[in-house]
């Protein structure tokens, strides 16, 4: 007992000195589409600095799919020789819906599915329409809509 109260004590002495040498993490800065977006992984990919993803730069356009077939393609997708890529959650895709995220991205402005499955209601999915500004909706999960694959954060369905 006496060890995990000194181990303690210790952290706690050390954790003002480590936040502040970490800085503030970066989703809380709001940064213009300009400076937000950065080419990755040789422009296949767009690293989003706001918030940590990678998103692909240019999603298939005019490719309606089910919201199985949209997972099964983000989960076989390669982009800049990188595998790993998912559906985001609808927290993540509704990010991208910024003034002019056009100058980073080629993509229909249209809805894309989300992996955040309509809470009540499993059988739906929510979708957002992307166009500068968002729209969200939900739809019967057998039905098509677009897929805009992400990389990174933690992709979890909490529905």
Not at 24 to 38: E, G, L
Not at 90 to 116: C, K, M, Q, R
Request: net charge neutral.
């Amino acid at each position: 007992m006496q060890r995990f109260v000194t181990a303690t004590v210790l952290s706690l002495a050390l954790a003002p000195a480590l936040a502040s040498a970490a800085g503030p993490p970066t989703w809380d800065k709001i940064a213009s589409a300009n400076s937000r977006f950065k080419p990755a992984l040789s422009g296949a990919a767009t690293l989003d600095k706001e918030t940590g993803l990678v998103w692909e730069t240019t999603p298939t356009q005019g490719v309606y799919r089910t919201f199985a077939a949209a997972q099964a393609r983000c989960a076989g997708l390669v982009v800049g020789g990188r595998a790993g890529w998912r559906v985001p959650t609808i927290e993540e895709l509704t990010s991208l819906a910024v003034p002019n995220p056009g100058a980073a991205f080629t993509y229909d402005s249209d809805y894309y599915w989300t992996a955040t499955t309509v809470a009540g209601t499993p059988a739906n999915a929510w979708l957002v329409y992307i166009s500068g500004s968002s729209t969200v909706a939900s739809l019967a999960k057998g039905n098509a809509e677009l897929v805009w694959c992400v990389r990174g954060g933690h992709g979890y369905d909490g529905q």
